[in-house]
């Protein structure tokens, strides 16, 4: 080979790493514009705004949100952490059922539950039309708990977001040497007493981070807390942005709750890396199940099914039967239209997200330094933004270029150019990326970490360039983690509500958008008909993830 040609190869692999560099640096500037907007945009909306906002509802949002953080952080805690348990360490009959059933309730949005159950629970469902039947009640000669408020949101969103906090306790108690709690019990300890004491506190890292993750989620919740008239910032700065056309104190708003996400982030940032616990031992020994007879075994049978019978089998039932009542048909030619808007809304997310996902991760193995390590730190920052705040972020900067085109078009040319960004589906494509890009390169790495660093030096030395060793090296293997990577981020966008409903084109709705609507009309029979496709698309990551918690066992 002459000097000549190498000097080329040199030259074209330095220049492919630069490129995708720079791709990925663009990726992370584009996850950090929406939290930059909404920061210019509510510096610049002026102290009028500002005071009015804490003259009127700024108190109330931060004291409901504060309020369901705390009620959802400790229900998801005592439900995971209490089913994690019992399935990991003890043995009951249907264990092996319960193990693997009790993350079905993951492919259900809060949202969906909340129609399920309103329909049930409140003043004409069936429950109480029943009590009132039975008894000869009037209205008002009983009480009965209130579906729509506080408690009735939170209860909606423990029951969907505890698998979080199951499945990492779960790892955790999997991965814990016996000898410490054998330790405890040998000195006198008793069962209960041998868990708080060690148990616990060796799992506290893996079950703070999956409490973070759930409290992440319900900050970033609109669809159930609007649905029940709970007033959250969540709601605030859509009822800011469109009832009250303020976007100054929408802006506001959502630098609020942005500020609350990230210092949420920061922690479970924190805890992730400083919580660790290394086992001392030379060699690990399992864990000895306790075999539970009589009421403890039906105890343990109760505890666990009640989580997969209200969050995943009782709302399947009702928006079933909701749906037959319905007159909504799935096949006609409006709701095909529904499904192929949200088919190809998630579908080019998805593929747009695993894209930018391989480009930064990739940059971060091919050039490790603080220019990938930022970049793919600010990347991630996009799944602790409700998607409210990135719709807003998104927005302001795009709605001010697009008017300050159409300006100078018009002075220049005599054109009107319109909303050539702002009104277009790619912007809403954009938001997909910022808020699931993390969930994508989650995937991604941990499928990347089977790639031996060999391998990389092995493709360089047959005179592979990067992009040639990502192409034939890494993704034929990373093809299983990048299918995960898919569907992951397709589902999430099926079930996205807050960033559809604010930044969705004119005459442009999904199936999350038309449930919501008729939802919001007290059509509750009719929002079940989309909501139980959303909740089938669901399904597809949590079988997924259901053979991967019944592999670990």
Known sequence: MSAETLDIKVRSRTWDGRRIGAIAVVIAALCALPMIAVLLAALTGGTDTLQHLIQTVLGRYTATTLSLVVLVATGTFAVGVGAAWLVTMTRFPGVRFFEIALVLPLAFPAYVLAYAYTHVLDHPGIVQTTLRGLFGWGPRDYWFPEIRSLGGAAAMLVLVLYPYVYLLARAAFLQQSGTTFLAARALGSTAWAAFFKVSLPLARPAIAGGVLLAVMETIADFGTVAYFGVQTFATGIYTSWFSLADRGGAAQLALCLLSFALLLAMLERYQRGDAQYHDGGRRAVAMPPAQ??????????????????????????????????????????????????????????????????????????????????????????????????????????????????????????????????????????????????????????????????????????????????????????????????????????????????????????????????????????????????????????????????????
């Open 292 to 553: 539970l007879v009589g009421l403890r075994a039906t105890g343990a049978v109760v505890l666990c099914g009640l989580p997969v019978l209200l969050g995943a089998v009782l709302p399947g039932v009702i928006l079933f039967s909701m749906g037959l009542g319905s007159e909504q048909d799935l096949l006609s030619p409006r709701y095909l239209g529904f499904i192929r808007n949200s088919v190809t809304l998630a579908g080019v997310a998805a593929v747009v997200t695993v894209l930018a996902a391989i480009c930064v991760g990739f940059y971060q193995r091919l050039r490790p330094g603080r220019t990938s390590r930022t970049s793919g730190y600010v990347a991630r920052l996009g799944y602790a933004v409700p998607g409210g705040v990135i719709a807003v972020g998104l927005m302001v900067p795009f709605a001010a270029f697009d008017n300050a085109l159409d300006a100078w078009m018009r002075a220049t040319f005599d054109v009107r150019t319109g909303l050539l960004i702002t009104g277009s589906i790619w912007l809403l494509v954009g938001a997909y990326m910022v808020r699931f890009l993390a969930a994508a390169l989650g995937a991604y790495e941990g499928g990347q970490a089977m790639v031996h660093a060999n391998m990389d030096a092995a493709s360089r030395s047959l005179g592979q360039g990067p992009l040639g060793t990502l192409r034939r090296v890494h993704l034929p293997i990373l093809a299983p983690s990048l299918l995960t990577a898919l569907l992951i981020v397709f589902v999430d966008v099926m079930k996205e509500l807050p960033a559809t409903l604010i930044m969705r084109p004119f005459n442009f709705d999904t199936l999350a958008v038309q449930a919501y609507r008729l939802a919001s009309d007290e059509r509750l029979e009719g929002a079940a008909v989309p909501s139980l496709v959303i909740v089938a698309m669901g399904l597809l990551p949590v079988i997924l993830i259901c053979r991967q918690v019944g592999k670990r066992r």
